[in-house]
């Protein structure tokens, strides 16, 4: 377990960095003059990796709709539930999929 507290204290806050990493959790929180950010994750970020006859069962429950982009081994495209995936070529690797705001 890791926690880190960052801080320039005057008279008044202007500037804190709170961070807490628990396991494969973190949380991260900083303030400086009147801008705050923060940042939470959970657990680790993991890869689908799927073969061509994996990839063709998971299109087939899934279709693709739109081709959007394609270059350099990476293909991104628009599936029937609304997401945008972005699979990396020859091994069928997951990198991205978000649900478009529209």
Do not use: N
């Amino acid at each position: 377990m890791k926690i880190v507290l960052e801080h320039r204290l005057p008279r008044r806050l202007r500037y804190a960095k709170f961070y807490f990493q628990a396991g494969p959790t973190s949380v991260l929180f900083s303030l400086d003059g009147t801008s705050a950010d923060w940042h939470a994750t959970i657990g680790k970020g993991r890869r689908a990796v799927m073969t061509d006859p994996e990839y063709s069962r998971f299109r087939a429950k899934v279709p693709a709709v739109e081709l959007l982009d394609c270059d350099d081994g990476k293909v991104l495209v628009r599936d029937a539930a609304g997401y945008e995936e972005l699979w990396e070529k020859p091994r069928w690797t997951l990198e991205r999929a978000r649900k478009r705001k529209d």
